[in-house]
């Protein structure tokens, strides 16, 4: 058990819909990382929060967003959703140390499927 | 830029060693990551090395580093049937992101 909680774990959506994620990091982790990981395109990083701040971005699409709330966990929402997007998102989440190794904790992921 | 390529797949027999091999482009990475992600189951970080060292040891594993030629590999020595998982090379790189390579499969034979 990594400590990082996700849920749900499966979601089963139809297309045009939309749908929010959500991650509880470990305690005492500041930084919180969205990944999706499909079969075509892997393990793709979407973005990051620190301490309820955007941090870095990565290939995450205009119809995706998310948010670090302030009990730092973390919420990543998908709308007008397509059967592309059917995927297994995945939350990490770290104690930021630039000085040092920043280990990322990775949640079970949550499986959507878009029909 | 950033870019991480893996191969795909790799078959052992039980008790062999394995490499997995792992190449990335971006010279600013000061950590490079093995995770191992095993059916139904998020990444759990299976080792790491900084990138001012050429090797490091933990029990079965090995990293060798080659930072010229920006490679990167994972031994495992002994393989065992539960090593069969896909294994994921990552870089650190400015801002704490994290870029993966497209995973390998690595399949245990008994």
């Known amino acids: 058990d990594s400590g990082v909680t996700q849920t749900p774990k499966h979601l089963i959506t139809a297309t045009g819909q939309r749908v929010t994620l959500r991650c509880s990091p470990r305690?005492?982790?500041?930084?919180v990382y969205w990944y999706q990981q499909s079969l075509d395109q892997g393990l793709q990083f979407l973005i990051q929060y620190y301490n309820g701040e955007e941090r870095a971005k990565g290939n995450i699409l205009e119809r995706f967003s998310a948010q670090q709330f302030p009990d730092l966990h973390s919420e990543l929402n998908l709308s007008s959703l397509e059967l592309g997007d059917s995927a297994l998102y995945f939350c990490a989440s770290s104690v930021e140390d630039p000085g040092g190794v920043t280990e990322a904790f990775f949640g079970q992921g949550t499986r959507l499927t878009v029909v | 830029g950033e870019d991480v390529e893996q191969s795909l797949f790799l078959s052992v027999r039980e008790g062999d060693s394995s490499v997995i091999n792992c190449t990335y482009t971006d010279s600013s990475s000061t950590y490079l990551y093995w995770y191992k992600q095993e059916p139904g189951a998020g990444l759990q970080l299976l080792t790491y090395i900084f990138s001012n060292m050429d090797m490091k040891q933990d029990q079965r594993l090995t990293v060798l580093l080659n930072k010229k030629d920006k490679h990167l590999s994972l031994r495992i020595a002994d393989t065992q049937t539960g090593d069969s998982a896909i294994y994921f090379c990552a870089e650190r790189a400015a801002g704490n992101k994290l870029t993966f390579g497209g995973g390998t499969r690595v399949l245990v034979k008994p």
């Open positions: 305690s005492g982790d500041l930084s």
